[in-house]
Each structure stands twice: as structure tokens, then as C-alpha cells.
T-cell receptor, first 111, second 114 residues
Framework: RKEVEQDPGPFNVPEGATVAFNCTYS??????FFWYRQDCRKEPKLLMS???SGNEDGRFTAQLNRASQYISLLIRDSKLSDSATYLC????????????FGQGTELSVKP | NAGVTQTPKFQVLKTGQSMTLQCAQD?????MSWYRQDPGMGLRLIHY???????DQGEVPNGYNVSRSTTEDFPLRLLSAAPSQTSVYFC?????????????FGAGSRLTVL
């Protein structure tokens, strides 16, 4: 079983839709959580951190459920420019803070 | 600021050849790492370094060597290329401590081994 798992998608949604991605992690020692975004054939870039109390950044909301060991990303009012692959990332400080990436969830927003 | 610079962007090798992927950063980041990305596999950590003179293995280190003689540079060496090493390689760096989780990636190096 992979340490970080995501639904690979693709998620095909119309503009304006709300879409949610989930990510599960298997190691309860995981301590920090992030969403990265990767455009086609480009490098990943940090989208947002995920805090225990949940956090928002414009149309994006991230939540963490430590008891069930999953994190989520909600995108409201989807734009064409949101089309990308979204990578779930966790770290464990007892392993030097190494980042462990999920395989990514592909989102395609259509007109 | 150039950020993280990787060269070459594209490379084709024959099985058994060796080569070095270069990575340089100008942000004075202590932490540097190499990932490979394959379809359906996400990014997998090959090797990483927490400072000059210090390197360690990640998830998939076999067939690769690294060194960190300076803070700025972290080259990845393929000793004897195999078709299984066909992949996109990303170098990334970050600060240590509280900034350690925000990786800055290079643009990637696409390697094909025939």
C-alpha cells in the first residue's frame, strides 16, 4: 500500500463547478500536510499548506482529519485555469522532514 | 533570482552509458533533493542532502549517486543507464527548519534510455 494515496482521476468538471479531492495517508506519524499543483509537463508548485483547523485561500479550502488520516481540497467556482494535477504531500519529522508525494489527481475544467 | 536550475532539459542515452544531471540553486537553501516522476507513481525521492558534505538515500536510490560539495550544487549521476531509468527528474530545494516543507523545484530533466 502506498503511504499517500489519491484518486488519480481525471475529474472532468464544467466551469463554475465545485470539486473536492481526497487524500489518505497511512503513517500516523505524519505531521505536516500540503497540496501542490502541477501543470502539464511543468514542475510542482506549492498551492497551500493544510492546518488542523482547516484553512482557506480564496476559492480553495483545505481540511485535515487526523483521526481518519485524510486530507481534502475543495475548489469552488472552478476556472479553466484550475486544470492541473493536484498533489497531496505529507512529511514526517522523524525522517528528516522528507516530503512524501501522492500520485496526484488530474483535474480538467471544461467551458 | 534564478531559483533552481537543472540541466540538461532533455537527454537520450543508450543502455550502459553514464551521465550527470546538474542542479544548482542560488537561494542559499540547505536542503536539496532529487525526485523522479513516472506515470501513475507520483514523485519518488531518490537522494537528498541537508547540507554541504551530507547526503542520504531516499525511496529509490539504486543506480544513482549524488554528492554535495557546495551549498549551491547537487548533481545526480547515473552510473550505467537502464531503460527503467527513463523518467522525468526534478531537483528541489528548501530551507531547513520551519521553511523545510516548501520545496522549490527546477523545471525538470526528461531522460530517455534506449
Amino acid at each position: 500500500r502506498k503511504e499517500v494515496e489519491q484518486d488519480p482521476g481525471p475529474f472532468n468538471v464544467p466551469e463554475g463547478a465545485t470539486v473536492a479531492f481526497n487524500c489518505t495517508y497511512s503513517n500516523s506519524a505524519s505531521q505536516s500536510f500540503f497540496w501542490y499543483r502541477q501543470d502539464c509537463r511543468k514542475e510542482p508548485k506549492l498551492l497551500m499548506s493544510v492546518y488542523s483547523s482547516g484553512n482557506e485561500d480564496g476559492r480553495f479550502t483545505a481540511q485535515l482529519n487526523r483521526a481518519s488520516q485524510y486530507i481534502s481540497l475543495l475548489i469552488r467556482d472552478s476556472k479553466l485555469s484550475d486544470s492541473a494535477t493536484y498533489l497531496c504531500v505529507v512529511t514526517r519529522y522523524n525522517q528528516g522532514g522528507k516530503l512524501i508525494f501522492g500520485q496526484g489527481t488530474e483535474l480538467s475544467v471544461k467551458p | 533570482n534564478a531559483g533552481v536550475t537543472q540541466t540538461p532539459k532533455f537527454q537520450v542515452l543508450k543502455t550502459g552509458q553514464s551521465m550527470t544531471l546538474q542542479c544548482a540553486q542560488d537561494m542559499n537553501h540547505e536542503y536539496m533533493s532529487w525526485y523522479r516522476q513516472d506515470p501513475g507513481m507520483g514523485l519518488r525521492l531518490i537522494h537528498y542532502s541537508v547540507g554541504a558534505g551530507i547526503t542520504d538515500q531516499g525511496e529509490v536510490p539504486n543506480g544513482y549517486n549524488v554528492s554535495r560539495s557546495t551549498t549551491e550544487d547537487f548533481p545526480l549521476r547515473l552510473l550505467s543507464a537502464a531503460p527503467s531509468q527513463t523518467s522525468v527528474y526534478f531537483c528541489a530545494s528548501s530551507l531547513q527548519g520551519s521553511g523545510a516543507n516548501v520545496l522549490t523545484f527546477g523545471a525538470g530533466s526528461r531522460l530517455t534510455v534506449l
